[in-house]
């Protein structure tokens, strides 16, 4: 230490003001050397926080199914034994249906035609279609307006009453209808 203030005389020798101080803070705190570097800064950035979660999803209630509207046109007031002709008691049951229905927007019209067992199962399928196809042309042309009409014979299966009797067969030669609004 004794080095570094004689260096730091005057040209007269002597110690100036200025020397001692710095030889007095050299020996109490390392003054004269330079202060140590601050540790180094991470030049990271901060993450960036969580996104927030996503709001769960608004559930539209469900749209209810379309309502299906189920008729029967049965009996003997229908159609007679072997044809497929409408019999103008039915017009008024038909009427009845289309009267109902006809401010809804109807989206399909299934009819399924049945027969009772005489005959054979060949013409009974076919007399089936015959007598479905019967209602829906009524239908249709009396104004029951829907997008699609499907129309199925079913024979004799799926009697509804016997085939034992007269009024049991009048009961299984009928039409099942079905409306479905959109």
């Known amino acids: 230490m004794m ?10 020798g002597s110690i100036t003001p200025l020397a ?15 202060p140590p570097a601050p540790p ?3 030049q990271t950035p901060a ?29 003997a007031a ?20 289309i009267a109902h229905v006809r401010h809804e927007n109807v989206e399909t019209v299934i009819l399924t035609g049945y027969t009772d067992s005489v005959g054979s199962s060949e013409s ?3 007399l089936s279609l015959r007598r479905a196809q019967a209602v829906a042309h009524y239908l249709q042309e009396h104004g029951l307006k829907a997008h699609e009409y499907i129309v199925h014979g079913e024979g004799e299966s ?8 007269e009024q049991g067969r ?4 009928r039409v099942e209808i079905g409306i479905t609004g959109g």
Request: with cysteine; charged share 15%; proline share 14%.
């Open 20 to 34: 001692m101080a710095l030889a007095v803070c050299t020996a109490l705190a390392g003054c004269a050397s330079s």
């Open 158 to 165: 799926n009697p509804v009453d016997t085939n034992d009797t």
């Open 78 to 97: 229908t159609f007679n034994s072997g044809q497929a002709k409408l019999r103008p008691s039915a017009d008024v049951q038909l009427d009845k249906i």
């Open 40 to 42: 180094p800064v991470s």
């Open 47 to 75: 993450p960036a926080p969580a996104p927030a979660p996503a709001p769960p999803p608004v559930s539209q209630p469900a749209a209810p199914a379309p309502a299906t509207e189920h008729y029967t046109l049965s009996g």
């Open 124 to 126: 009974n399928h076919e």
């Open 170 to 173: 009048a009961q299984n030669r």
């Open 3 to 12: 080095e570094k203030i004689t260096k730091l005389t005057s040209r007269t």
